[in-house]
């Protein structure tokens, strides 16, 4: 199911001066895709993933999927979507303080209506992500990396089409960066596209494009490993 | 482990079990709120009710007693303090006579003693079981036969003994009737027709008691304490009392209407008092627990933000900020009356004599809608509260929340 990105556009008012933090972005995600969106901060790569995923309206373009443009959608129906299409990891710490780890990876389960139930699966993420151990544990106990792990494990407890990590490995040491990424490669290797805002350059390894933001307009490098090997020259 | 759905109640009840220095205040205010609610309304109702019962047990139109005894009459009949006092009882034939009086009636008045030959130190009103018109009809209530000679009918605060009788002057003697509560001086009093009260004395005098009734000598039968008179309609109760005084020396007259409307000011002054602090209690509580909540949601700006990233709606956010305040409510209104009924049924008697005022609590189905009232208005506090925080909470950029957050 691919995604399909056309002249979008986020115009905000500074001061008394309009300025487009996205400017005219269009461009398609496969199924599988592992796509890098690098560029310097403020340069509008947050902006343009949370437009992707209904938590900001553009000013204007469309954002497609399966023909279905979700820009259109009302609250209700764009939290539907985004609880049931896209697993959203944010920066830095992003669980619930009251509930432990598992009760954090169940949450997006129960926020529509499903069948069954989601400890069993919510287990099993916490598996695939090593952190089983401390489904009982509270936030305020974890590290780190394991926090990183249980929002990863939460972002695929609906089985999305997209995850969406905004500077994933922003506070992580080299060894559980590694760990943190080669998740993400194996999401992506499921046929879950992965789009993943970074400023680490060494998790661009692990994506399948790269696209670089600045001053609002996208641009994607026409091969990832050039990309690399130019910003590492 | 647990695995129960993530409703929006769980993850509310999660959410103040987390935090519980924070919920435990938030209790606290809504506690106060309904205390003061319940407590309020229930000790205004008790206060009209109070007003009630005694411009229903005044009866008289008119109370004519001896000179300077207005106010030991009104104390009888307000707090129940034992007082005895008498005039010449061809008073009552004088004041029969008046133009405007349609009956008359006399009481008298005398007081048993608070010592061994005595179960209880009370005021006796000895009424005329053929004309009186204030008693019997109130009697009748709980009591439908004639009251006997040597029989007794007692206030509803006379404490009585397991034989159902009562000792005055080392005599005993038998209670017919308890009566209902009134909030008055008149449920710390027993009644007794005329011939009972002429056994008192002699029983009085045998055991060389001073009853003081020697006013007009020492004979009962010519003595009376006061003479109730019921006007003749057409006549106000000024006109009738001065065609008394005209007539008859010697005496003082309390007018009824006098003596409730002096009670009906003192209570307006305390019941606007009472439904003042209660409703600036009230409002206090709404602003106290606006702030609070809007303070929390604010702490919870990031938190909210999660939900709304991982697919929770506006509506979803608005549910979880409301669910929380209305089981503060809940819990925070139950305690509160709770509270307010452990103070105010145990200490009515303690609240009655402290206030001076005729006090009655009310019956079972107004205390149960005054309850209910309360408790609906303690849960609507906390939502009512904490709407505005929770559409703002519910409305705000996600995004930029998060990133506020880090």
């Not at chain 1, 001066?17 to 796509?35: E, I, L, R, Y």
């Not at chain 1, 938590?55 to 609880?83: F, H, M, Q, W």
């Not at chain 2, 006061?226 to 065609?243: C, H, M, P, R, S």
Request: glycine share 8%; charged share 20%; aromatic share 8%.
């Amino acid at each position: 199911m691919a995604l399909e990105v056309r002249s979008l556009t986020k115009e905000y008012i500074r001061g008394r001066v309009a300025f487009q933090a996205v400017n005219n972005v269009s461009f398609v995600v496969q199924p599988g895709d592992f796509v890098n969106i690098i560029g310097r901060s403020g340069s509008g790569k947050s902006t343009l993933v949370n437009m992707i995923a209904c938590l900001l309206t553009p000013t204007k373009g469309s954002i497609e999927i399966d023909g279905l443009n979700i820009v259109s959608l009302k609250d209700k129906e764009a939290s539907a979507y985004r609880n049931s299409k896209i697993g959203y990891i944010s920066q830095g710490q992003s669980t619930l303080a009251s509930l432990n780890v598992l009760d954090n990876v169940r949450v997006p389960f129960h926020l529509s209506k499903r069948e069954g139930t989601s400890k069993e699966a919510a287990f099993s993420l916490l598996e695939q992500t090593g952190i089983s151990h401390l489904a009982a544990a509270f936030p305020k106990h974890l590290s780190g990396g394991e926090l990183k792990r249980v929002a990863i494990a939460r972002a695929l407890i609906n089985h999305p089409d997209y995850v969406i990590a905004d500077e994933p490995t922003s506070d992580l040491d080299v060894q559980t960066t590694a760990e943190i990424m080669e998740l993400l490669k194996n999401i992506a290797e499921t046929g879950t596209a992965v789009m993943m805002i970074t400023h680490d350059m060494e998790a661009l390894g692990y994506g399948s494009r790269t696209f670089v933001m600045d001053a609002g307009i996208l641009t994607e490098c026409a091969g990832n490993r050039v990309y690399i090997s130019h910003k590492r020259g | 482990m647990e695995s129960k759905p993530l409703t929006t109640r769980r993850l509310s009840v999660y959410n103040l079990r987390s935090n519980p220095f924070r919920t435990a205040s938030l209790v606290f205010v809504v506690l106060l709120l309904a205390f003061a609610t319940f407590g309020g309304s229930l000790l205004s109702q008790s206060l009209k009710n109070g007003l009630g019962s005694l411009k229903e047990r005044l009866g008289a139109d008119l109370a004519v007693v001896p000179l300077d005894h207005e106010a030991d009459y009104e104390g009888i009949i307000l707090s129940g303090q034992p007082e005895k006092f008498y005039f010449d009882q061809s008073i009552e034939q004088q004041i029969e006579q008046v133009e405007g009086v349609s009956k008359v009636s006399s009481q008298f008045f005398i007081s048993t003693l608070a010592a061994a030959c005595c179960s209880v130190p009370v005021q006796v009103i000895g009424f005329d079981p053929d004309t009186d018109f204030v008693i019997q009809p109130w009697i009748a209530k709980v009591y439908h036969e004639e009251i006997g000679d040597g029989q007794i009918i007692a206030g509803s605060d006379i404490v009585l003994n397991d034989t159902g009788t009562l000792k005055f002057f080392d005599d005993t003697y038998k209670v017919a009737a308890q009566l209902e509560r009134t909030s008055t001086g008149m449920d710390y009093s027993v009644y007794a027709n005329m011939n009972t009260i002429k056994m008192l004395v002699a029983g009085a005098r045998e055991a060389g008691m001073n009853l003081s009734v020697d006013v007009y000598g020492t004979d009962v039968d010519r003595s009376v304490s006061t003479v109730l008179v019921k006007i003749e309609k057409g006549y106000d109760a000024d006109t009738v009392t001065t065609n008394i005084r005209r007539q008859i020396s010697g005496i003082s007259i309390v007018k009824s209407q006098n003596v409730f409307a002096s009670t009906a000011n003192n209570m307006d002054v305390l019941l606007a008092f009472i439904n003042t602090i209660t409703l600036v209690l009230w409002l206090l509580a709404i602003l106290v627990l606006a702030v609070m909540f809007s303070a929390m949601t604010n702490g919870r700006k990031k938190e909210l933000a999660l939900l709304r990233s991982v697919g929770a709606a506006r509506g979803k956010i608005c549910g979880i900020v409301l669910t929380e305040s209305l089981l503060i409510s809940i819990l925070g209104g139950t305690l509160g009356t709770v509270a307010a009924s452990l103070i105010i049924f145990p200490f009515s008697t303690y609240t009655r004599e402290k206030l001076g005022l005729p006090y009655l609590l009310p019956n079972v189905a107004v205390t149960l809608r005054l309850l209910g009232m309360s408790l609906l208005l303690s849960f609507a506090s906390g939502p009512f509260a904490a709407t505005y925080s929770a559409v703002k909470g519910s409305k705000a950029e996600a995004y930029i929340s998060i990133r506020e957050g880090e």
